[in-house]
């Protein structure tokens, strides 16, 4: 009985898992398209359309492997040898931690672009994209520094009862490492979450105070019914807001579910909660985006009815 209704757990955590893959698979391929699209049609570009086709790009690659983790999950298949596990773990480690730094990147330039010329941020608003790019490859390149312990410590294994190892797919595991190792590259992790959360944090407060100054000087200009819409960088600011908000909610459960999981590392139902709850914002963010984007259906529109000219 209680084998059976295992079974039936997990085939609802698979196939909700499979939908949330696909979900996201499709919405972040329609926004990178469209970025392309916009960069290749010559539309006015915006300070955060980089930064927001690169996020729709990892995403995407994050999630196509995560699909082919997600097999080795859910689904019994031949087992993985040590490069399979070491390479596509690792990868997905990578594409995580470049989540969060363009996430957090995202925030610190949309609170540049809503500063008052005034402001001390004022002199970063002609940043390029070239040195956009060399602040998130220096975080990318700590972050495959401080994960290059999983090239060690992940493995293939058909062997997954034994305390001392810790689930990750049907294929692989985790050996356990020497205290100090392990407290080495955990402090190392933390203290880079901590500081990437600690500027999204710092980031939404400042555009909020920003925000509140703003509607409060359009209370003393203009009457209740006649006040002006919402200028374009004030949608943005609030979309990144939203989406900035959202992603620390899920980074909250996954902490909480992370600590849980430690005291069941030979039970796979808490990881595989775990498994989907990270990937939430990789689903969601894209139509945060998509949903204040007005031009995104026309010029889909426009270039398919282009190519069916052609």
């Not at 699209?37 to 196509?64: C, E, Q, V, W």
Request: hydrophobic residues 45%; glycine residues 2%.
């Amino acid at each position: 009985m209680n084998k059976n209704h295992e079974l039936h757990t997990n085939s609802h955590l698979r196939n909700t898992f499979f939908s949330e893959i696909g979900i996201g698979i499709s919405a972040n391929s329609i926004l990178l398209l469209f970025h392309v699209l916009k960069f290749t049609s010559g539309y006015r570009s915006k300070p955060t359309d980089l930064p927001i086709g690169l996020l729709a790009l990892i995403h995407l690659l994050m999630l196509l492997i995560t699909a082919f983790i997600a097999t080795d999950i859910f689904i019994s298949r031949k087992g993985w040898d040590d490069i399979t596990c070491k390479f596509l773990i690792y990868l997905y480690r990578i594409f995580r931690g470049l989540s969060i730094c363009t996430t957090s990147l995202l925030s610190v330039l949309q609170a540049i672009i809503l500063s008052p010329r005034s402001s001390c941020l004022a002199k970063f608003k002609r940043i390029s994209p070239y040195h956009m790019s060399c602040a998130l490859l220096f975080l990318s390149i700590f972050y495959m520094f401080i994960s290059s312990h999983l090239l060690v410590s992940i493995i293939a294994t058909p062997n997954l009862t034994l305390n001392n190892f810790m689930f990750v797919t049907q294929s692989c595991s985790i050996l356990p490492m020497s205290y100090l190792m392990q407290s080495t590259f955990s402090t190392l992790l933390a203290l880079r979450e901590a500081f990437l959360i600690s500027l999204m944090v710092l980031s939404t407060c400042y555009m909020m105070t920003l925000l509140c100054r703003h509607k409060k000087q359009s209370q003393h200009l203009h009457s209740t019914s006649l006040s002006p819409k919402a200028s374009p960088e004030e949608r943005a600011t609030r979309t990144i807001l939203l989406l900035v908000s959202f992603f620390v909610v899920v980074y909250c459960f996954d902490c909480i579910i992370s600590c849980s999981r430690t005291m069941f590392q030979n039970d796979p139902t808490p990881y595989n909660i775990h498994f989907f709850v990270v990937h939430i914002y990789a689903m969601v963010s894209p139509f945060v985006f998509m949903s204040t984007e007005k031009h995104i259906g026309n010029l889909l529109r426009s270039m398919c009815e282009k190519v069916i000219n052609v």
